[in-house]
């Protein structure tokens, strides 16, 4: 017999599903994959000179983790705009611009992410003058937390010539904009703001993926991916630096490409793969757009909006079925839920070839045409810790069926966990702490109003390992078996054993994929 290429020794090893955990000591490497999984003695004989032997001095060896809905471009240009995340009143917003400008040339856009006027001291949107009071001649785009929202300044409203009469563009009672755009008018800014190089790009997309890396994660199911952001992944993969998998849901306008080069089903290699295409079918609870039967309880005129029509979306259903492609539905309000299975009971679409995506508001109407369906629904944790004001949105009543992550699993063929990022932190051991605690510790009435939905570890683990491979079709990933991808990560401690406030303290070891470290490193005794 051939020797391992790697053995890992001495280590606390989780094997197969995590909801029912197994363990073992080591395991063994062999062309990427895991070639055996056992104790010390039982692995010497994969042992030979070429053999690399790994200590692991006890730690704690897990599937690499599975983020599941991640938008690489988009975390990847947070990190060069302006950080709004911890801006807690418009004026402290103003004096980001200030300091911004000082490094801009006279015009030149100035460009931010994370506001959320919830946590502002005024207690309100803000506004083109009030941007305009610091920047009136450079144009300014602050993109709200959630991204579906954005204030724009008059000379950004100007370049992007926008229509005041477009939906989507907020008017005063004097029939002015304020400079507040929300959903689909955005993308009429995006097309004039200069694109960064794909030099530039290749730089920030590698480092933002060797970050994610570090965290833990192995795999990415990329969302709403666009040519130029394809173009980048296809080039680091093709010099040889994509550190981790990339599960790519292309952006659904660009599905009339796919059928006319007549792709079926996935097309892609082990590290960077097509899975399907992305459409978002309405918008979000933070900004009142997500698409609700019932008006929302603090604003009762309003019920948000489908951004697609019923029509337009079956359509979109139909010819990803027809070309076996996953179609990953961004659906968060009930109304929008609702019409999605709908459409899909109507087409008999495959329940691995739905994915919900976000999935948020869920009663129980709405859950007995989930159990119908079987659809796939990707959920993120840590909007429970930062939706802070859900209940005095949605009332007592919505808001228990709200992130309903238990009787989701029960009822839905997978789900499986994300970031959402940038909208939420990219930490998995985040999530899982937002799954587990359920604002409990932070005090939020969510956790009194649905303890039941609370997650135990093994379940959280599986939204980020297992449920994660299951949910882009990959049996190949998410579980430590023999004959599957050596995808790990080594970790400082025993998340069994651990109070779930320490989750998020987890140190990652080393990360690795395909049986090589991408991050971190490990005690070699040869």
């Not at 001495?10 to 094997?15: E, F």
């Not at 062999?30 to 053999?51: R, S, W």
């Not at 698409?291 to 019920?303: G, I, M, T, V, W």
């Not at 070839?353 to 045409?369: A, D, N």
């Amino acid at each position: 017999m051939s020797g391992a290429d790697v053995v890992l020794i001495n280590g606390i090893v989780l094997c197969g599903d995590p909801r029912y955990p197994k363990w073992s000591e080591g395991l063994a490497i062999k062309f990427g994959k895991i070639l055996a999984i056992g104790d010390k003695g039982y692995l010497k004989k994969f042992i030979d000179k070429a053999t690399v032997v790994y200590d692991l001095e006890g730690c704690t060896v897990l599937p690499g983790l599975i983020d599941s809905h991640f938008h690489i471009l988009e975390t990847a240009q947070d990190k060069v705009w302006l950080n709004l995340r911890d801006v807690d009143s418009i004026e402290k917003l103003k004096e980001k611009i200030k300091q911004a400008l000082l490094e801009k040339k006279p015009g030149e856009w100035i460009l931010g992410r994370g506001w959320d006027h919830e946590r502002f001291l005024e207690k309100r949107y803000p506004t083109r003058y009030d941007i305009d009071e610091v920047s009136p001649n450079n144009p300014v785009l602050l993109i709200r937390v959630c991204g579906h929202i954005a204030i724009a300044n008059t000379p950004a409203l100007k370049l992007a010539e926008i229509d005041y009469e477009e939906e989507g563009v907020h008017i005063d009672e004097s029939g002015r904009p304020t400079g507040i755009l929300k959903e689909k008018v955005l993308e009429k800014v995006f097309r004039v703001i200069p694109q960064p190089t794909i030099k530039d790009l290749l730089k920030l997309v590698e480092k933002t993926l060797r970050e994610v890396a570090s965290t833990g994660l192995t795999t990415l199911h990329a969302m709403s991916v666009t040519p130029i952001e394809f173009i980048v992944l296809q080039l680091l993969r093709l010099e040889g630096k994509l550190p981790i998998r990339i599960r790519v849901y292309l952006n659904h306008d660009l599905l009339a490409y796919l059928r006319k080069l007549g792709i079926m089903g996935s097309l892609g290699d082990d590290l960077l793969k097509i899975c399907g295409i992305k459409v978002i079918a309405d918008g979000v609870l933070g900004g009142r757009t997500a698409a609700l039967n019932e008006p929302y309880s603090d604003d009762p005129d309003n019920r948000g909006m489908m951004l697609v029509s019923r029509d337009d979306l079956r359509t979109l259903m139909k010819e990803a079925m027809e070309n076996r492609l996953q179609i990953a539905v961004h659906a968060i309000g009930d109304r929008c839920i609702e019409t999605v299975l709908r459409i899909a009971r109507g087409l008999h679409i495959k329940s691995t070839l739905l994915r919900i995506e976000h999935g948020s508001l869920t009663p129980p109407p709405i859950l007995e045409l989930l159990s119908r369906v079987k659809p796939i629904v990707v959920v993120q944790p840590h909007f429970i810790i930062s939706d802070t004001w859900i209940v005095d949105r949605l009332g007592e009543y919505r808001a228990r069926w709200t992130y309903a992550f238990k009787t989701l699993m029960k009822i839905c063929s997978t789900v499986a966990g994300s970031s959402d990022s940038p909208v939420e932190p990219i930490s998995p051991w985040k999530g899982m702490y937002a799954a587990i605690e359920r604002g409990e510790s932070e005090g939020l009435s969510l956790a009194h109003l649905s303890p039941e939905e609370k997650l135990d570890i093994g379940e959280a683990l599986s939204l980020y390992t297992i449920n994660g491979a299951r949910a882009c079709g990959d049996n190949s990933l998410g579980v430590i078996e023999e004959g599957k991808y050596a995808d790990l990560v080594v970790i400082d401690t025993d998340p069994y054993e651990l109070d779930v406030r320490d989750l998020i303290k987890i140190k990652v070891k080393a990360t690795i994929v395909g049986g090589k470290i991408v991050h971190g490193k490990l005690s070699s005794v040869r």
